[in-house]
């Protein structure tokens, strides 16, 4: 069942609420419906957090957690999601998104080398920063729309397979019972 996978993989209430980052949430962190793992919530999470995924900036968790509180869905789960962009995936997951900006602008792709300098990012805002900005938007919307109707489905299916399940079973010892009690009666 996609619950017990997701509360394997989800980061603990305790660790949410001691994150020094998300400590300017206060007594919102407290509200038991950012916790509870459901349908609904869970796949919230996932559209909030893939979309929060996709913001190139270095406070993703953060907002995560900020869209989470108001939207009602998985904090956890939600902050969990952004970690889709790490920094290992990171540089190809944001270079996909400039080529996607860039075919969708009809612009041609620049080449360029990253630089970690204020000078090097106040330069690319204005030659690929549209791009970037543009195939990230889309890539968020895409992702956190994707992933709430693929969490929903799989969750729905799980449910579904867990009734059937139970009722096959609740089948196989009823056939069991009169098998028993028409062996009594010879």
Sequence with gaps: MPRKFIQ??????????????????????????????NRRS????????????????????ALAAAAAIP?????????????????????????LCYVLGTWILGQP?????????????GQSITTIGPAVLLGCFIMAVVSSIVGYFVISLLWRQAVVNAWRERTRRMLEKAKQRTKHGSDANH
């Design 71 to 95: 939207f009602r869905v998985n904090l956890p789960l939600s902050v969990a999601m952004v970690w889709v962009t790490n920094p290992i995936t990171m540089p190809v997951i944001f270079y």
């Design 8 to 37: 394997r993989i989800m980061p603990k209430h305790e660790t949410i609420k001691n994150s020094k980052s998300l400590k300017i949430f206060g007594s919102l962190l407290h509200d038991a419906n950012l916790w509870h793992l």
């Design 109 to 121: 792709e620049q080449t360029f080398t990253f630089e970690l300098s204020w000078q090097w990012l």
């Design 42 to 61: 869970a796949a919230g999470a996932f559209a909030v957090g893939l979309f929060c995924a996709f913001i190139p900036v270095p406070f993703q968790m």
